[in-house]
C-alpha cells in the first residue's frame, strides 16, 4: 500500500497545533521552530502531491478511503485532482510562510500557531474531500478558529468588531449550504454522502434549481460573493498578518472551491439557471471591489478591497461554465492566494514598523526594506495581470472564457484592470516611493531574514507561474476537464 | 408483545437498580460513621460504586434480541432503557466526582445518596412502561433533585430554587397525572404498550385524546425544559449547588426525553400527525426563546440554563422526524450534550471555587490564568454551538438530517439559525475568557485530582463522539429501534 500522503499533509498541522499546546507557555523559542517543522512537514509533503500527480493517467489520485459512519453512507474520503491539487500546494506554501512571517509574535505564540494550524488542518481538509459530510466537517473546522485569532491577535481598534462579524457570516453561509447538501443526500437515494455517488444521482432539474442557490451562495460567502462580500475587507484589516494571508490567500478559495466542488458540480442544471446572476453579482464584485480599493487610504483596506475583487474574477470564471473560464478561474485561485499572501506580508512589515497604515503618512520604503518594496511591486504586477507573471496567466483565459460567453460583461469585467493598474501604481508610489516623512526617519529596522525567506517564495513562484505557465496550466485545465464532463458543453 | 412470567434470572435485568438502593444505603451509613474524614471519601465511594454498578449494567444489563415485558408489564427491557441507563450511571459518577470539594456539600452522606436515589429513579424513567410505575419513577427522581436544589440551606438563592423547583415540579406532576387517569379511563389499561391498542380499537374521539397528549405532554416538557415550561431552570440552575445544576441539566433531562420518546412513540399513534406539529411549535419556541434570552445574561449559570433550554429545542427535532433515524438523532444528541455539559459546568464548578464568582466578566483572563482549563471551555462551548471535531456538530448535524430526511426543511432552517445564536453568545463567553485582561491574571486556579479526571473524561468523550461517531450512532439506532 501506498503512503497515505493526503491523510499526513490534512493531520500534520492538527496534531503539531495539538501538541503545541503541551509545551510550557514561555518557551517561545521552541514553540516557534516546532511550528516551523509541522509547516515543513506539511509543505513538503503537499509539493510532493503536486508533482507526483501524474497528469497523464488524469482522474484523482493519491486517493484514500475509509469507512467513517457506514450506517449513513459517510466515508472518510480524500484524493487530488488537477483543480485541488495546486490548492493543497498553496495552502503549504501559505502555512510555511505565515509561520515565517509570525515570528515575531510575543502574546502566547503556543496558542497563535496551535489554533493556526487547527485551521489548516480545516483548510487542506477541504480541499481533498472527496465525500460531502466530510468536506462540511473541514469547513466548519476552517471557520472557527478565525475567531479567535483574529479576535486575539488582531488590530486592537476593530478586532472583535470583525471577528464576530466573519464567523457569522461563513457560519449563516456554511449552515445554509449544509442544508442543501443534506436535502441532496436523501434526494440522490443513493444512501452516501460520497462526491462520486451524488454526482451521478440524476437529480431533477427542478431539484437542481431550487437548492442551487443554497448551496452555491452559501459557499461563496467565504469567497466573497457580493453583496456578502463585507465580511472580507474588515476581517483581512484586523487579523494579524499571517492570518490576513491564509484568509485572503486560503480561505476565500475554500469558499470558492467548495461552491464550485459541490454547488456547480453536483447541480450542474442549477448552475445552469443562476449563471446570469452568478455573472453580474462577479461582476460587480470586480469593478465595485476595485473602485472601493481605489478609495482607501488605509493600505490594507486597498489590498483587503483588491481580494474582493479578484475573487470576484474566480467566480466569474466559474460561471462562464466553459473550459476556459473555469480553467482560468482555477490558476486564479492559485495566482491570487500567493499573490495577496505576498501583500500581506509586505504590508505587515511596513505596519509592524511605521504603527500606521495610512497611505499619505508613509512614503520612502524602499530604502530601508527593498526586497520589501520588490516583493510588493512583483505582486502588484501580477495584480494588474501584466504578462511574464502568474497574474495575466489566470485572467486571460477568464476573460477569453468570458468574451466566448458573454462579451458585455467581459468588456464590463475588464474596466477592473485598469482602475486596479491605478490603485496599485499609487499604493507603490506612496509607500515604497517619494520622501520618507521624517518621524520614521531612522527609527525603521530593516527586516530579518525569516521575513526575506518568505517574501522570495512568495515572490519567486508568481514569476516561476508567469514565465512558465505549463507547470500549472495543463494541470488545473485537466481539473476544469473533470469539471465540464458533469456540466456538459458549453 | 407478551408479559413474561417472572423467574429468578429477572432479577438480574433489575440488578443496577437493586445495587444503586445498596449504594445509597452504605453511603448513608459511611456518611454517619466516617465523622468529619472530608467530602473526598464520600465522593469518590460513590462515584467508584456508580462505575461499578456501570460496568455491571454493561455486563449484565444488555437486553435480547426482542424487548420483553417483566414485573407484570411494569419495566421494559430494552436497548432504549439501557442506553439511557448507561448515560444516566456515566452522569452520576461524574456529578460525585465533582462534588467534593464544593462548599456547604462536602461530607454530607445524605447527599450523595440522595444523588445515587435520583439516579435509580431515573433508571426506572427509562425503563417504565406502565403509567404508575412511570409516575413512581419520575416522582422517585424529582424528590430527591428537589431537596439537593435547596441544599445549601444558608443560601436564600439555593432554598429559592429548591422551593420553585418543588412548586413547579408539583403542579407539572398532578396535571400529567391528570392526563394518566384521563388514559386510564378511557382505555381501561395502565401500561403504556396496550394503552394504545385499546384507544386504536375503542371509539375515542381524536380531540379527546389529543388533549390527554397535552397534559401529559405538560410534565415531560416540565422535565426537559422545553418552553412553556421552562420558567423555573434559570433560577434553579442559578441557586442550586452547582454538581447539582449539572445533574439537573444532563441527566434529568434526558430521563425527560426517555420517558417522551417512549410514550409519545407508543401511546399516540392515533393522532400522530397533530401531536408531531404540536411538538415541532414547540421545539421552534424553544429554542427560539432559549437562544434569545441566553443573549443578555450576565452569569454563567444562567447562560448556560437558557442555553440548556435551547438544546432541548434541537432535541425535539429529532423527534418531530418521527423515523427511527429521528428518535436515533435525539438519543445521540442527548448523548453528545451530556458529556459537553458536564465539561462546561466543571469549568464553571472550579472556577468558582478559587474565585467565588459566577459573573461571565471575572472570567476575564482566565487563558492567562489557567490556559488548561480555558481550553476545556473552548472546546465545551464549541461543542455546545456545533463546532466539529467536537460532539456537538454530528449531533447536530444528525438532528437536521433527521428533518430533512422527513420533509421537515423549514424546522431545519429554524435550528440552523438558532444554531448561529447560540454561537454568537458561547463566543462571547469565549471572548472574555482569551482576550480579555484582568488583574487576577498570575493567582493560578487549582484543579483537584477528581476534577481533572472528570476533564480529561468529557473531553476525550466530546472528541470521540465527534470524530468517531458511528459506534456511538449504531447504538442510538439500536435503541430506537426497540421503539418503533
Request: proline share 4%; glycine share 10%; with cysteine.
Amino acid at each position: 500500500m501506498e503512503a497515505p500522503i493526503l491523510s499526513i499533509v490534512v493531520f500534520t498541522p492538527i496534531v503539531f497545533g495539538v501538541v503545541l499546546f503541551f509545551f510550557p507557555a514561555e518557551r517561545h523559542r521552541e514553540i516557534r521552530i516546532f511550528a516551523l517543522t509541522g509547516a515543513s512537514i506539511a509543505l513538503a509533503l503537499s509539493l510532493w502531491a503536486y508533482f507526483t500527480y501524474d497528469l497523464a493517467l488524469g482522474g484523482y489520485q493519491l486517493v484514500e478511503h475509509y469507512p467513517w459512519v457506514p450506517r449513513l453512507g459517510i466515508s472518510y474520503h480524500v484524493g487530488v485532482d488537477g483543480m485541488n491539487v495546486p490548492l493543497v500546494l498553496l495552502t503549504g506554501i501559505v502555512m510555511f510562510t505565515g509561520v515565517l512571517v509570525s515570528w515575531g509574535i510575543d502574546d502566547r505564540p503556543r496558542e497563535f500557531f496551535g489554533f493556526l494550524f487547527i485551521l489548516a488542518t480545516g483548510v487542506f481538509g477541504v480541499f481533498v474531500s472527496l465525500d460531502l459530510f466530510q468536506l462540511f466537517f473541514f469547513y466548519e473546522i476552517a471557520v472557527f478558529p478565525m475567531y479567535l485569532l483574529i479576535a486575539i491577535w488582531g488590530w486592537k481598534v476593530t478586532r472583535e468588531y470583525a471577528a464576530m462579524k466573519l464567523t457569522l457570516y461563513l457560519f449563516i453561509g456554511s449552515v445554509v449550504a449544509l442544508i442543501g447538501g443534506l436535502a441532496m443526500y436523501f434526494a440522490s437515494g443513493t444512501h452516501s454522502f460520497s462526491l462520486f455517488a451524488l454526482e451521478q444521482a440524476g437529480f431533477s432539474v427542478d431539484f437542481q434549481r431550487f437548492w442551487f442557490p443554497f448551496v452555491f451562495f452559501g459557499f461563496a460567502v467565504l469567497g466573497g460573493i457580493f453583496p456578502v462580500h463585507n465580511w472580507s475587507p474588515d476581517g483581512h484589516v484586523a487579523a494579524p498578518t499571517a492570518v490576513s494571508m491564509f484568509h485572503a490567500g486560503v480561505l476565500m478559495k475554500v469558499g470558492a472551491f467548495a461552491a464550485l466542488r459541490v454547488g456547480i458540480m453536483l447541480l450542474p442544471e442549477g448552475a445552469k439557471f443562476w449563471a446570469p446572476l452568478i455573472l453580474g453579482l462577479a461582476t460587480v464584485n470586480v469593478v465595485y471591489g476595485a473602485f472601493i480599493a481605489s478609495v482607501q487610504s488605509d493600505f490594507k483596506y486597498v489590498i483587503g478591497f483588491s481580494s474582493v475583487s479578484h475573487m470576484g474574477l474566480v467566480i466569474l470564471g466559474f460561471a462562464t461554465l466553459n473550459l476556459t473560464g473555469i480553467t482560468g478561474a482555477g490558476i486564479q485561485m492559485f495566482s491570487h492566494g500567493v499573490m495577496t499572501a505576498l501583500m500581506f506580508a509586505v504590508v505587515g512589515l511596513v505596519y509592524d514598523r511605521a504603527h500606521t497604515r495610512e497611505i499619505p503618512k508613509l512614503g520612502g520604503f524602499i530604502k530601508v526594506m527593498p526586497l520589501a518594496g520588490i516583493a510588493f511591486i512583483i505582486a502588484g504586477l501580477v495584480s494588474m495581470g501584466m504578462p511574464g507573471f502568474s497574474g495575466f496567466v489566470a485572467e486571460f483565459p477568464i476573460f477569453m472564457g468570458l468574451w466566448q460567453s458573454q462579451p458585455i460583461v467581459a468588456i464590463i469585467a475588464a474596466i477592473s484592470i485598469v482602475i486596479t493598474a491605478g490603485y496599485i501604481m499609487r499604493v507603490i508610489g506612496r509607500v515604497f516611493f517619494g520622501e520618507m516623512p521624517e518621524e520614521f526617519k531612522g527609527h525603521i529596522t530593516p527586516i530579518n531574514n525569516f521575513d526575506k525567506i518568505a517574501l522570495v517564495i512568495l515572490s519567486g513562484i508568481l514569476i516561476l507561474v508567469g514565465v512558465y505557465p505549463s507547470i500549472i496550466a495543463p494541470l488545473v485545465e485537466s481539473g476544469a476537464q473533470a469539471v465540464m464532463a458533469l456540466v456538459g458543453g458549453a | 408483545m407478551s408479559i413474561a412470567s417472572f423467574e429468578p434470572s429477572t432479577l438480574l435485568i433489575v440488578l443496577p437498580e437493586i445495587l444503586l438502593l445498596l449504594l445509597a444505603g452504605i453511603i448513608l451509613v459511611v456518611g454517619l460513621t466516617s465523622q468529619r474524614s472530608g467530602g473526598l471519601l464520600l465522593s469518590w465511594l460513590t462515584a467508584l460504586g456508580l462505575t461499578g454498578i456501570l460496568i455491571v449494567t454493561l455486563l449484565f444489563g444488555r437486553p435480547g434480541e426482542n424487548e420483553v415485558l417483566i414485573f407484570g408489564g411494569m419495566l421494559r427491557h430494552d436497548w432504549m432503557a439501557f442506553s439511557f441507563k448507561v448515560l444516566f450511571l456515566f452522569v452520576a459518577a461524574m456529578t460525585a466526582l465533582l462534588s467534593a470539594d464544593v462548599e456547604g456539600v462536602e461530607d454530607r452522606g445524605e447527599y450523595y445518596a440522595l444523588l445515587v436515589v435520583a439516579t435509580l429513579g431515573m433508571s426506572l424513567m427509562a425503563s417504565s412502561a406502565d403509567m404508575i410505575m412511570l409516575f413512581l419513577a419520575i416522582e422517585t427522581t424529582s424528590i430527591p433533585l428537589y431537596i439537593l436544589a435547596g441544599f445549601k440551606k444558608g443560601d436564600d438563592k439555593s432554598t429559592e430554587a429548591g422551593l420553585k423547583y418543588f412548586l413547579f415540579g408539583a403542579l407539572t406532576s398532578a396535571v400529567m397525572l391528570y392526563g394518566f387517569s384521563l388514559l386510564y379511563g378511557f382505555s381501561g389499561d395502565t401500561n403504556i404498550y396496550r394503552l394504545s391498542e385499546a384507544m386504536h380499537a375503542g371509539a375515542v374521539s381524536p380531540w379527546l385524546i389529543g388533549g390527554m397528549a397535552v397534559l401529559v405532554l405538560v410534565g415531560f416538557s416540565f422535565k426537559i425544559s422545553a418552553v412553556p415550561f421552562h420558567f423555573w431552570a434559570p433560577d434553579v440552575y442559578e441557586g442550586a449547588p452547582t454538581p447539582i445544576t449539572a445533574f439537573i441539566s444532563t441527566a434529568s433531562k434526558a430521563a425527560g426525553f426517555a420517558v417522551l420518546l417512549r410514550f409519545m412513540l407508543a401511546v399516540f399513534p392515533a393522532i400522530e400527525a397533530e401531536w408531531v406539529t404540536l411538538v415541532a411549535i414547540m421545539a421552534t419556541v424553544t429554542m427560539t426563546v432559549g437562544n434569545l434570552l441566553a443573549l443578555p445574561q450576565t452569569n454563567i449559570k444562567r447562560l448556560l440554563a437558557y442555553s440548556s433550554i435551547a438544546h432541548a429545542g434541537y432535541a425535539m427535532i429529532g423527534l418531530v422526524a418521527l423515523s427511527s433515524f429521528g428518535t436515533a438523532s435525539v438519543i445521540f444528541y442527548l448523548i453528545g450534550y451530556v458529556v459537553t455539559n458536564i465539561a462546561a459546568f466543571a469549568v464553571v464548578i472550579l472556577f468558582a471555587r478559587s474565585v467565588g464568582s459566577d459573573e461571565i466578566v471575572d472570567y476575564a483572563g482566565l487563558s492567562r490564568r489557567s490556559p488548561g482549563l480555558a481550553l476545556v471551555l473552548l472546546v465545551a462551548l464549541l461543542s455546545l454551538g456545533g463546532m466539529p471535531p467536537l460532539a456537538g456538530f454530528v449531533a447536530k448535524f444528525y438532528v437536521f438530517a433527521a428533518a430533512v430526511e422527513s420533509g421537515w426543511i423549514w424546522l431545519a432552517f429554524v435550528g440552523v439559525l438558532n444554531a448561529i445564536i447560540g454561537l454568537y453568545y458561547y463566543m462571547t463567553v469565549l471572548k472574555v475568557v482569551y482576550l480579555y485582561r484582568s488583574e487576577d491574571e498570575d493567582k493560578p486556579i487549582a484543579i483537584p485530582r477528581s476534577y481533572a479526571l472528570v476533564l480529561v473524561i468529557c473531553v476525550i468523550a466530546i472528541l470521540a463522539i465527534g470524530t468517531l461517531s458511528a459506534p456511538w450512532l449504531d447504538w442510538s439506532i439500536n435503541s430506537a429501534l426497540s421503539l418503533f
